[in-house]
Structures are given as C-alpha cells and as structure tokens.
C-alpha cells in the first residue's frame, strides 16, 4: 500500500477557484468548504487615532483537504504557494501530515459548543494566540444526542476551532480552551492534537508558522 501524505491548506476565498482549476488539471482529487481564518495580526486591523481597531476579527477563506502519494506532496505544496500567494498578510498557511512528527509544531483541533466559540476565542486572544480557523459543523458524542420528549435530534450544532502552535504552548492553549468551553453538560465537545510535519507560509513562501 503507498504512503500517502495529507496536505491541509486554508487559503483566501478569492484564490480558491484558481486553485480548483489548478487541481481539475493535474487531475488531484480534493475536498474544499469554506471557513474563516485570521494570522497572527488577530484579523484586518487599521490604525485608528488612538489605537489599532479591528475592522474584521475573522475573514472569508478556503479549506482544502488532499492526499497524495509521498514523492507527490512537495509538487502540490509548490502549486499552492504559486497560486494562492499575493505577498499581502492573510495569504494563508499550508500543513503536510506524514504520519510523522519532524517539526516542532503541533495542529490543535477543538470542537465545542457554537455558545462557548466567542469565550474561546477571546481567551486564547488574552494568552497571545491569535492565528486560527474556524466553522460551523454538526456532531455528536457517545450518548447519540439529545432526546427532547419523542424528537430525537442525533445531531448536535457545533464549532471547529483550529490552530497550530509550538510544542511550547500545546498545554497552555489546551488549558484556555478546555476551562472556557467547559459547561459539565454532555455535548462540551472534544479537543484534538495532532503532530505536523511541515507548515508553509503562503505570504512568504517558506515553513514555519
């Protein structure tokens, strides 16, 4: 069976349809849906009299989702960069999983209630972590739902959060976002962590975050 390395890409909106035809040509299959992302700016900021404000915590992006063949990844990473790159903050990143560590960096995903995503936020902006994706998903736990009466709803609103960060701070964004999103109550969601192989910054087009 050959090696296959997933490569995860959150790029602006505005580039992705070049990226589809990009992928329609070389015959990569991909899965896309769109998200909301912001850098480590926190969002599009301008300089107000006083002090920056935030004009748009959150920006329109595009989430792409392939698995290629090993020796295949580092021509898809490349095509990524050429397409979706202007040189301007927000560009995107790119994350290659080899099912492997190789880099000191780790890929947080947490899944809470859609209630709590704003407090998670605003507490992980408080420990200087800004950079992150987010949508909207629907999920449920072991107990299968929620029964009210005779509906059954099997499938509960949720948010995905992403983020990547240094091994450094694996435990202190975990702690911020397990005490924020905590209600006690069946359904607070989960978090996952999982190792990066390598990230690329799209703007600049080198690794690392």
Same mark, same amino acid.
């Given at each position: 069976?050959?090696?296959?390395?997933?490569?995860?890409?959150?790029?602006?909106?505005?580039?992705?349809?070049?990226?589809?035809?990009?992928?329609?040509?070389?015959?990569?299959?991909?899965?896309?849906?769109?998200?909301?992302?912001?850098?480590?700016?926190g969002?599009?900021?301008?300089?107000?009299?006083?002090?920056?404000?935030?004009?748009?915590?959150?920006?329109?992006?595009?989430?792409? *989702?392939?698995?290629?063949?090993?020796?295949?990844?580092?021509?898809?990473?490349?095509?990524?960069i050429?397409?979706?790159?202007?040189?301007?903050?927000?560009?995107?990143?790119?994350?290659?999983?080899?099912?492997?560590?190789?880099?000191?960096?780790?890929?947080?995903?947490?899944?809470?209630?859609?209630? /709590?995503?704003?407090?998670?936020i605003?507490?992980?902006?408080?420990?200087?972590?800004?950079?992150?994706?987010?949508?909207?998903?629907?999920?449920?736990?072991?107990?299968?739902?929620?029964?009210?009466?005779e509906?059954?709803?099997?499938?509960?609103? /949720?948010?995905?959060?992403?983020?990547?960060?240094?091994?450094?701070?694996? *435990?202190?964004?975990?702690?911020?976002?397990t005490?924020?999103?905590?209600?006690?109550?069946?359904?607070?969601?989960?978090?996952?962590?999982?190792?990066?192989?390598?990230?690329?910054?799209?703007?600049?087009?080198?690794?690392?975050?």
């Open positions: 069976m050959e090696n296959l390395v997933e490569i995860m890409a959150v790029v602006r909106k505005e580039r992705s349809y070049d990226i589809r035809k990009k992928l329609v040509s070389e015959g990569i299959p991909y899965v896309a849906w769109n998200v909301k992302g912001r850098g480590k700016e969002g599009l900021r301008y300089k107000g009299f006083i002090r920056d404000r935030v004009l748009m915590p959150f920006l329109p992006k595009t989430a792409f *989702s392939i698995w290629v063949p090993e020796e295949d990844y580092k021509f898809v990473v490349d095509m990524f050429n397409v979706a790159h202007t040189g301007m903050y927000g560009d995107g990143k790119i994350f290659v999983f080899k099912g492997e560590g190789g880099s000191n960096m780790k890929l947080i995903k947490a899944i809470v209630r859609p209630e /709590k995503a704003y407090e998670v605003k507490a992980l902006e408080k420990k200087n972590i800004k950079a992150m994706t987010m949508w909207d998903i629907f999920g449920r736990g072991r107990e299968g739902g929620v029964q009210v009466g509906a059954l709803y099997d499938e509960l609103a /949720k948010t995905m959060i992403m983020l990547a960060v240094e091994d450094k701070d694996v *435990s202190k964004a975990v702690d911020v976002i005490k924020t999103a905590h209600s006690g109550a069946y359904g607070d969601g989960k978090i996952f962590v999982l190792d990066i192989s390598e990230v690329w910054t799209i703007r600049t087009k080198s690794q690392g975050l």
